[in-house]
């Protein structure tokens, strides 16, 4: 089987296996994986064909995807099956593309896959950093055959790439904004593949275009709709102010959060869940309010006592994000499992959901599973991991060595951007990173085999001589 037949084979066999698991895991888990996000997105969606009003702080672009899948079916499980597809698609191409196994081989990165119980579940999970994974996968892909495909230029071929690319780098950057810090990654990528000079002006004129796209027609769109755009940042830094609170016990600052809570001492009663896994713990009925936290009026008073806290205690600051950096990589604990959850608010009813035993079976396989292997929920470990792997696989991988590079480069980078912020103890923030390691490991697994495979046969034949 030559190599034209052996990509046409491999594309069939992905083609089918991720149409068959997107569609047999959304009926097992429909109509997805919802969480409180996820049921925020799907209000902002719904708005954007129905009504106007309200308040959002989330990006705008999976919501701009839910609404289109749901005005053509009316359904919501729509999106957990094109999302599921693509997730699959994506991550099997990669997969084969890094490996570039023979035929008989492709069937076991697939199997090993497609088979793990986080990526089944994930794969339907209404969670944005999940359209960021298929967006680093189709650059990955994409760029794996950019030279070949782009040799012949001609304004079809450079129109196809602007558009190929605009998509892309909107999807990257569009579903989580913090995924901006692996912008030098995708710049060095789109560098080692260019294959001209025409090319490479219309990658980085697409790459201008979805940044612009991503964060300033947002703000437009939301002021269309008349939807107040809140502010994720006042909510880390909220959260910071009360940590520096409670590492100083300073009195001047007992009272400075008091007009963002439910009572004269929120300040204070927020104190006691600061070392909590989730920052969601500071805001309750008798601290600081979610809501108020969020609205754009209050802005600028919270930057104000932010940085007013930062001058008067520069040292706290410092072991404060020091602190919140180590814990983040897992180094006291393993991250938290929130947010994956059978019934949130007992809400899913609403989306057409019914709570099968099946659908219980799937929750409480990937459960299970995280319990029990608490390295998958430990950053620093699986980095390492991610390390020792791409120094391995220069034996297996000649050829395709720079993608371990690459993979791994995107990995560490991503993370570091919630290593920045450190508000974010929850394994979901650490997936993206975690999946990208979880791709080397399968590639290297199936060489290792495949290689081995193919010594015992030589060493057979000279037996037989």
């Not at 909220?238 to 439910?262: F, M, Q, S, V």
């Not at 007992?346 to 390295?375: D, Q």
Request: net charge positive.
């Amino acid at each position: 089987m030559n190599d034209e037949q052996k990509y046409s084979y491999q594309q069939r066999i992905i083609l089918i296996i991720s149409a068959i698991a997107s569609i047999w895991l959304t009926l097992i888990f429909y109509p997805g994986v919802l969480y409180s996000d996820s049921f925020a997105r799907w209000d902002l969606a719904l708005k954007t064909l129905h009504s106007c009003g309200g308040i959002n702080k989330f990006t705008i672009l999976p919501s701009l995807w839910m609404a289109l899948t749901y005005f053509l079916t009316q359904n919501f499980a729509a999106f957990s099956v094109l999302q599921s597809f693509l997730f699959f698609y994506s991550s099997l191409r990669l997969i084969a593309i890094m490996g570039n196994f023979k035929t008989k081989w492709i069937w076991m990165p697939l199997i090993l896959f497609i088979s793990f119980p986080l990526f089944q579940a994930y794969s339907v999970y209404h969670e944005s950093s999940i359209g960021t994974v298929i967006g680093i996968n189709f650059l990955l892909i994409v760029s794996s055959c950019a030279r070949k495909r782009f040799q012949e230029i001609n304004a079809a071929k450079l129109s196809y790439c602007f558009l190929v690319y605009l998509l892309i780098f909107s999807t990257i950057f569009g579903f989580r904004q913090n995924t901006i810090i692996i912008l030098p990654a995708v710049i060095f990528i789109v560098l080692k593949t260019s294959s001209s000079k025409k090319i490479l002006i219309t990658q980085a004129l697409a790459l201008v275009i979805s940044l612009i796209f991503v964060y300033s027609l947002p703000d437009l769109f939301l002021k269309f709709k008349d939807i107040q755009k809140g502010q994720e940042t006042n909510i880390a830094m909220a959260w910071e102010t009360a940590e520096i609170i409670h590492r100083t016990h300073d009195p001047k600052y007992e009272h400075c959060l008091d007009y963002l809570g439910n009572s004269p001492n929120a300040t204070m009663n927020s104190l006691p869940n600061i070392e909590e896994d989730i920052w969601l713990s500071l805001f309750n009925s008798n601290a600081l309010s979610i809501f108020k936290v969020q609205i754009p009026e209050v802005s600028q008073h919270i930057q104000s006592d932010y940085f007013r806290i930062i001058s008067d205690h520069p040292k706290a600051f410092l072991e404060n994000k020091i602190y919140n950096s180590v814990r983040m990589l897992g180094f006291y604990k393993p991250l938290a499992f929130y947010e994956f959850d059978e019934n949130r608010w007992n809400s899913l009813p609403s989306y057409g959901c019914r709570l099968t035993e099946l659908r219980h079976k799937g929750f409480k396989r990937v459960w299970k599973l995280m319990r029990r292997l608490a390295i998958i929920r430990t950053p620093y470990l699986m980095f390492i991991l991610g390390i020792l792997m791409v120094y391995a696989g220069k034996r297996y991988l000649k050829e395709n060595v720079r993608y371990l590079n690459t993979t791994l480069g995107l990995a560490l980078l991503y993370y570091l951007g919630f290593l920045l912020v450190t508000e974010r103890f929850e394994f979901r923030y650490f997936f993206p990173s975690f999946y990208l390691i979880s791709v080397i490991l399968i590639v290297l697994l199936t060489k290792t085999f495949e290689s081995q495979s193919r010594y015992f046969k030589f060493t057979k034949e000279n037996s037989n001589v």
